[in-house]
């Protein structure tokens, strides 16, 4: 059984930065691609990012590219999203996703202007 667990969430201001954490059990973590998802309040959950089984490729959604960062760790199987430049626009719950199967609780985070 895998179980997905971020942390890293908080509150921070416009400009400021966040790194989220995605710590994985189970001895597949480095099978699987990894993805980071987010849902804003009265909107759908959407793509942030994804990084490949060896981290060898990465992808981005347009609104994120070139302030957010994902990289993953598979020794420690944990994924990770560093988050720059942070706009308000940014507030949601950011989910790990796991093999487009197996998602975390989520983790809020929550940008002030």
């Known amino acids: 059984q895998v179980q997905l667990v971020e942390s890293g969430g908080g509150l921070a201001q416009a400009g400021g930065s966040l790194r989220l954490s995605c710590a994985s059990s189970g001895r597949t973590f480095d099978t699987y691609a990894m993805g980071w998802f987010r849902q804003a309040p009265g909107k759908e959950r959407e793509f942030v990012a994804a990084i490949s089984h060896t981290g060898g490729s990465t992808f981005y959604a347009d609104s994120v590219k070139g302030r957010f960062t994902i990289s993953r760790d598979n020794g420690k199987k944990t994924a990770y999203l560093q988050m720059n430049s942070l706009k308000p626009e940014d507030t949601a719950v950011y989910y790990c996703?796991?093999?487009?199967?197996?998602w975390g609780q989520g983790t809020q985070v929550t940008v002030s202007s």
């Open positions: 996703n796991l093999a487009d199967y197996y």
